[in-house]
């Protein structure tokens, strides 16, 4: 089973809900770290709970401005609460380690939603609130590192890595087009563990909005020949960075040169078919729905690997 952490932002929200509602997630069962009070996020939710699948929501997100907007926004707050009693089954509580852990356990109680079986990521920083967490009996599975395993001997285990390689410049992807991504889809079941997990292709690192790019990057993931994934980095020319649609243009006409020409195949997914389509009718729809579309081309990806 395949755990991908998503950082609660519009594009990563709804390439999951897409994927989700036409029924493109087996096996996968994301993790959405909140980072944002939005409609997008009840929405997403709702998602899960009318495809009746499951996913994991954080409590108590280590990044964004979500807490803050909670505790300021009282609709809203009821909305999610609501939302979240609602998806018994189908939404689960996941925690970060963290100080706040216990007063978020507790939190979640108090909104009377079941945290049976929740879900909970390792920090090796702040062991010793893990060690206070694992006393409550709420957890099923841990999302640890593979060299802290020892920590949770008696819990299933996930195994949690961050393949994804960012550089400060997307320009600087072109230094080595093509990366080893993971094997874990391989041997997590070998090693112990009951599934494996990662930061997908953004990557564990977060900052609040964005900045205009002086190059397109468009990460793709694909099955190299001996079964593990590489992702492979299309990146513009160098071209007038004030015009993003050129740019976005002469990413996407490199990376299907690159997929057309290649000696291991590229899997046809819904995203990656988005992208041709977006190539061949000459629209440019901006770049968040650019990443929205590898993302889910990687997750979709995934799904089918592990439903062989």
């Known amino acids: 089973m395949y755990f991908p952490i998503l950082r609660g932002r519009q594009n990563e929200l709804i390439a999951i809900r897409e994927l989700v509602y036409r029924g493109l997630l087996n096996s996968v069962i994301p993790v959405i770290e909140p980072v944002k009070a939005s409609s997008t996020l009840l929405k997403s939710m709702e998602a899960f709970i009318d495809s009746q699948q499951e996913c994991y929501v954080v409590m108590n997100p280590s990044v964004g401005l979500f807490d803050r907007e909670l505790q300021i926004t009282p609709t809203f707050e009821a909305a999610y609460w609501d939302v979240m009693q609602r998806g018994v089954g189908y939404l689960r509580p996941c925690f970060n380690v963290s100080d706040d852990l216990m007063e978020s ?43 802290a395993r020892r920590q949770a001997r008696m819990m299933d285990k996930v195994l949690l890595s961050d393949p994804f390689i960012a550089r400060a410049r997307n320009a600087d992807y072109r230094d080595e087009p093509d990366e080893f991504f993971t094997d874990d889809h391989r041997f997590y079941s070998d090693d112990g563990y009951v599934g494996f997990s990662d930061y997908s292709i953004v990557g564990s690192a977060y900052s609040e909005g964005g900045f205009r790019p002086r190059a397109v990057a468009l990460h793709v993931m694909y099955k190299h020949r001996d079964g593990s994934l590489f992702v492979h980095h299309a990146v513009s020319n160098d071209l007038d960075f004030s015009d993003a649609a050129q740019l976005y243009y002469s990413a996407l006409e490199n990376l299907f040169s690159w997929v057309d020409s290649l000696e291991c195949e590229v899997a046809s997914t819904y995203g990656l078919q988005c992208l041709r389509d977006s190539l061949d009718e000459g629209t440019f729809p901006g770049l968040g729905m650019a990443k929205r579309w590898t993302i889910m081309h990687h997750l979709e990806l995934i799904s089918n690997l592990m439903g062989r």
């Not at 079941?114 to 999302?143: M, P, V, W």
């Open 105 to 147: 356990i507790e939190e979640v109680r108090r909104h009377e939603v079941e945290i049976t079986d929740a879900a909970i990521i390792y920090n090796r920083s702040k062991d010793c609130f893990f060690k206070q967490a694992l006393d409550s009996n709420a957890f099923g599975i841990c999302l640890i590192n593979d060299s």
